[in-house]
């Protein structure tokens, strides 16, 4: 099975002091096993850019240790598709999340792919989605 990473994990990932379990996780799997979207690094490149010159080491960990090594999955029409239902069943609950997390899970769930967050409460309310935290 592979893995798809939410922001929440990666940023974890970049911190002085991450998880203690999240990097030994991740030696474990094949690179062809992890990937992040498109959105996430959007996220991940916005944040940094926030801190203005403090940042720049910051975006360079973001080229370097990620970028990289992970495959960058789009948003594209099946995952557009997955969105649709998804934001759609959730309003039908009386219930949203956050766009670039309805984006991040449809195409996690576009591609049958294990989505590995840290936000199991909001993201748990999506059918289908399977989730795992590592942090």
């Not at 984006?103 to 999506?126: C, D």
Request: proline share 4%.
């Amino acid at each position: 099975m592979s893995f798809l990473f939410d922001t929440d994990t990666l940023s974890n990932l970049l911190k002085r002091a991450p998880s203690a379990a999240l990097p030994g996780k991740l030696a474990g799997l094949p690179a062809d096993q992890q990937a992040m979207t498109a959105i996430t690094l959007g996220e991940l490149v916005y944040g940094a850019a926030r801190l203005g010159q403090l940042g720049i080491p910051l975006r360079e960990r973001i080229e370097r240790d990620l970028i990289a090594n992970l495959a960058i999955l789009p948003f594209d029409a099946t995952a557009a598709r997955h969105y649709g239902l998804i934001r759609a069943d959730l309003e039908s609950h009386g219930t949203s999340l956050a766009e670039a997390d309805l984006r991040i899970a449809a195409i996690a769930i576009a591609r049958n792919l294990i989505l590995v967050t840290g936000n199991g409460r909001h993201f748990g309310r999506i059918t289908n989605l399977t989730i795992e935290n590592w942090l």
